[in-house]
């Protein structure tokens, strides 16, 4: 799922389906019968502009007039898959991550995605992963374009590295959350997050991880979801500075190895996870 909800501004949930058969039956089933792409006219009409880059294929049926020059479809589109590439590549470097085959990610025009996805998400959706990356889209490459951009990427190169292992949510969305932060440059919850985190935990708020370990959060109601992708990020969080960012790298593999959290933990970290979960609810002051 992308996105974690703030505390400090208006709840909008993201919603992706990686890992969660029945959800990704279901958009899968959606897009299916869903038209066809057309490819090749601009503007936002249900016929796609594509381009192509190393590790991507990119469809775009944003709403821009022009083809060329600094506003014109095509930079939007180089653009893009700049961005998407630049991820790519630190996506390997900081969890080994490097999907074999080319994604696919298409760009919607913000009404055209609304009318085709609204009846899937119990919440507004700015972006999901159901087989390909679909994103609710701008004019320009704006930084909320390249959060969801890079965290559903994350979601998309865990299916490809293990199609038929479904991960918890909290793994999922928390792997998604730390690296969409760490590649905009964050290395830690902000002191905003931390404080709102710490007065959950303390108010026995705080959710067990076996609480997160459904296969998505779509099903929770905004404030729940809320925390619920707080949580998960501040854990995945927590393991970095624990045990290093290699640490991650390490988890990833042990887990997508091993086809078990429990076991990819206890290999990664020589602790169990209960161990790990007890230190960062005490660390938070939950009771």
Known sequence: ???????EIAISIRIVAAGAAATALALMAALVAAPAFAIGDDGADGRFERRESLHFTL???VDLDEHSGLRGSRQ??????RELESAYDLLGRLLDLRPQRKLSVSVWDP???DARFAGLFRFPAAGFYGGSIQIRGSDRVSESLVRVLHHELVHAALDAAAPNLSLPAWLN?????????????????????QSALERV???????????LSQPAFGGLSPETAAIAYLESYAFVDFLARSGGERGLA???????QSGGVERGVRRAYRRDLAQLEQTFRRALGAP
Do not use: I, N
């Open 1 to 7: 799922m992308r996105s974690r909800p703030h505390f």
């Open 59 to 61: 469809y775009q049926d």
């Open 76 to 81: 939007f589109e180089q653009s893009v898959l």
């Open 111 to 113: 009404a055209l995605f």
């Open 173 to 193: 969305e928390g792997l998604a959350e730390w690296f969409e932060a760490r590649s905009l440059g964050k290395r830690m919850l902000s002191g905003g997050e």
């Open 201 to 211: 935990a303390q108010s026995g708020g705080l959710a067990l991880l076996a609480e």
């Open 250 to 256: 390490e988890l990833c593999a042990a887990v997508l």
